[in-house]
């Protein structure tokens, strides 16, 4: 996700005390992805059953900076969206390591339940719910001035249609 090029403001390099999490009460399981700059785990938070995304720090001060700004965009975005069809946002902690905790999706991404269909095809009123559902995401996401440049079926779920795994 993106929303626009540059540097960032004062306000977008602080998180909002209402989406900090405590990272004590942050419990991390079983790893169920990996992306270039993190990797998604399995937890739990107040007893409620999340998706805990890490980011890597970077091994230089140059790196860990672009990160950080990545990091912090990308909370500043989740904050701000919420749709029935995107993935709910938790909150997020940058100390002791810069973390973000969605809304845990189970059941596999779209591509999955799509190959496990096979021979038979997706039914046709499924498939025109599913274009419609991933739309009006999509169509959040822009009026918010997001633009999801990984958009693909590994990276949706059948069901809520919207996975975190980047």
């Known amino acids: 996700m993106e ?30 992805g990996e ?20 980011v890597q720090r970077g091994d230089t001060a140059e790196e860990a ?4 700004a990545r990091f912090m965009r990308e909370v500043n975005l989740l904050s701000r969206v919420q749709h029935k069809n995107l993935v709910k946002f938790i909150g997020a902690c940058k100390e002791p390591v810069m973390v973000v905790v969605t809304e845990l999706v189970l059941g ?10 096979r021979p038979r095809s997706l039914d046709e009123r ?24 990984d958009l693909k079926p590994g990276k949706l779920h059948p ?4 996975s975190m795994s980047r």
Do not use: T
Request: glycine share 10%.
């Open 108 to 117: 596999g991404s779209l591509r999955k339940h799509l190959i496990s269909l």
């Open 3 to 32: 929303a626009g090029r540059g540097f960032l403001n004062v306000d977008e390099l602080r998180l909002d005390p209402k989406w900090l999490i405590d990272p004590k009460l942050l419990f991390v399981g079983p790893r169920i």
């Open 159 to 162: 069901f809520d249609l919207w």
């Open 126 to 149: 499924v498939a025109v719910g599913f274009a419609l559902d991933i739309a009006r995401a999509m169509e959040c996401l822009h009026s918010h001035g997001i633009i999801h440049r």
């Open 35 to 54: 992306g270039a700059h993190g990797k998604v785990y399995e937890g739990k938070y107040k007893n409620q059953n999340v998706a805990v995304k890490i």
């Open 65 to 68: 900076g672009k990160r950080e």
